[in-house]
């Protein structure tokens, strides 16, 4: 007679991990494994989809027919909030967007332009002019009080607006953040009529006699 310590069990095929540590059979062993895996993917499509929307959103640029977002601008301070389709609701609005306030570009011809040329928009029917960029609010009241004129300068120090244009430019190797394309639009009532945004650091397009001729 064989002594016990030669005596080999056999040893039962395997089931898969559930099965072994949570001793189930085949079938419920082969549910609880489809349950895991669905749940794992019911978390990770939540999770992506809405991004994936979100992102293709971002990357649709404002046209004609938009209508302005409800985002949340500065005037002065961090406390001196507005809204910006309240702002506009029932006007004539000229929205200026720059990359950055004192740039040369920027504080050199582009604003210059609108500030220059306020009068002759207004004759033209444009009740405001506004000019927003990704500044903190105390950098756009200084650059407002620098260059004068009829303008509204207002801060998008969060680049919300930025976002829901589908204008976030990646100027982080000069100015160190995202900040928002070069561009101006008109919008009647709050939704836009005529937007033009410039390619890189051009002004070809969103110049202030560039607006008075789409007026």
């Known amino acids: 007679r064989r002594s016990s310590k030669h005596v080999q069990h056999r040893r039962p095929p395997p089931m898969g991990f559930l099965s072994h540590a949570m ?3 085949g079938t419920t ?3 609880a494994t489809n ?3 669905g749940i794992a993917l019911g978390g990770l499509l939540t999770h992506m989809l ?3 929307y979100l992102q293709l959103r971002r990357k649709r640029q404002v046209k004609p027919g938009d209508r302005l977002p409800a985002v949340t601008l500065y005037g002065s301070t961090p406390d001196e909030t507005c809204n910006l389709a309240e702002l506009c609701k029932g006007k004539n609005v ?3 967007g720059v990359p950055g306030a004192f740039t040369p570009t920027c504080s050199q011809t582009h604003l210059p332009g609108f500030t ?3 009068p002759a928009l207004k004759a033209k029917g444009i009740d405001r002019v506004v000019c927003v960029a990704v500044n903190d609010p105390f950098v756009m009241a200084a650059w407002g009080k620098a260059l004068g004129g009829d303008v509204t300068y207002l801060s998008d120090m969060h680049g919300h607006l930025a976002q829901e244009l589908g204008i976030v430019l990646d100027a982080s190797p000069k100015l160190g953040n995202k900040r ?3 561009f101006a639009l008109i919008a009647e009532d709050g ?3 005529v937007a033009r945004v410039e390619d890189g650091g051009a002004l070809s397009c969103s110049r202030s006699q560039d607006i008075l001729a789409a007026l």
Do not use: F, G, M, S
Request: proline share 4%; aromatic share 0%; charged share 20%.
């Open 29 to 31: 062993a082969c549910v």
């Open 35 to 37: 349950l895991v895996i």
């Open 116 to 118: 220059k040329d306020a």
């Open 191 to 193: 939704v836009v009529t």
């Open 50 to 52: 809405p991004c994936a």
């Open 23 to 25: 001793k189930l059979n």
């Open 180 to 182: 928002c394309k070069r």
């Open 94 to 96: 000229v929205l200026v």
